[in-house]
Structures are given as structure tokens and as C-alpha cells.
Nanobody, 122 residues
Framework: QVQLVESGGGLVQAGGSLRLSCAAS????????MGWFRQAPGKEREFVAA????????YYADSVKGRFTISRDNAKNTVYLQMNSLKPEDTAVYYC???????????????WGQGTQVTVSS
């Protein structure tokens, strides 16, 4: 079992930055691929970024490539999402998730956090 708790969301102006954190419980965190997804009102949940168990591979949605950076610290059981140059269309609830593989597909993820709201004002 892995429990995930996101933090770091909030209200920011367009062009600003936020850093999301996802703290994981359990001693097997380092064996999981981790992902960030987001869901805006009235829209389906979409992939944002993923990172392999050792941080050696990262993947991004085209919409965030060059602006967002995913990273992890296995010693702290934490994964991060650094978000720069934020746009109003980045407004959503952001979720972190854990999977036995590194994937862009939400169905591959076994464990999910409760989400943290990110609001970008224009």
C-alpha cells in the first residue's frame, strides 16, 4: 500500500510559478514510477508528467513541456512538480499517482492522492 498526499497548490498570476509536492508513505516508494495528472472543471483527467523509479526517465505532456519539471527524492519519499510560466489553462486539480511502471496512462496507476488545486489568474 502507498498513500500519497499532495501539497503546494494555490492561486498564482499568469507567468508565475508553483512547486507541487507529493509525499508518499511506505518503504517501497522507490520501486514505483510516479506521475502527475490534472483535471479541470468539466474535463477529463489528463496526463501531465511521469518519472521512472530512479528518476532516470521523465515524460511530459506536450502542453507543459519546457515549462514543468518532474523530479523525485527517494530518500524523502517525495515527488515534485515544478511549474513555471503558468497559464490560465493550467488551472486544475493536480493529482499525483504511483504505478509499477512509468506510464502516461492513468489506468496504469494503482494509487492516487486526494489532489491539490492550482488556479492561475489572467
Amino acid at each position: 500500500q502507498v498513500q500519497l498526499v499532495e501539497s503546494g497548490g494555490g492561486l498564482v498570476q499568469a507567468g508565475g510559478s508553483l512547486r507541487l509536492s507529493c509525499a508518499a508513505s511506505g518503504r517501497t516508494f522507490s520501486s514505483y514510477g510516479m506521475g502527475w495528472f490534472r483535471q479541470a472543471p468539466g474535463k477529463e483527467r489528463e496526463f501531465v508528467a511521469a518519472i521512472s523509479w530512479n528518476g532516470g526517465s521523465t515524460y511530459y505532456a506536450d502542453s507543459v513541456k519546457g515549462r514543468f519539471t518532474i523530479s523525485r527524492d527517494n530518500a524523502k519519499n517525495t515527488v515534485y512538480l515544478q511549474m513555471n510560466s503558468l497559464k490560465p489553462e493550467d488551472t486544475a486539480v493536480y493529482y499525483c499517482a504511483a504505478a509499477r511502471m512509468t506510464s502516461r496512462l492513468s489506468r496504469e496507476y494503482d494509487y492516487w492522492g486526494q489532489g491539490t488545486q492550482v488556479t492561475v489568474s489572467s
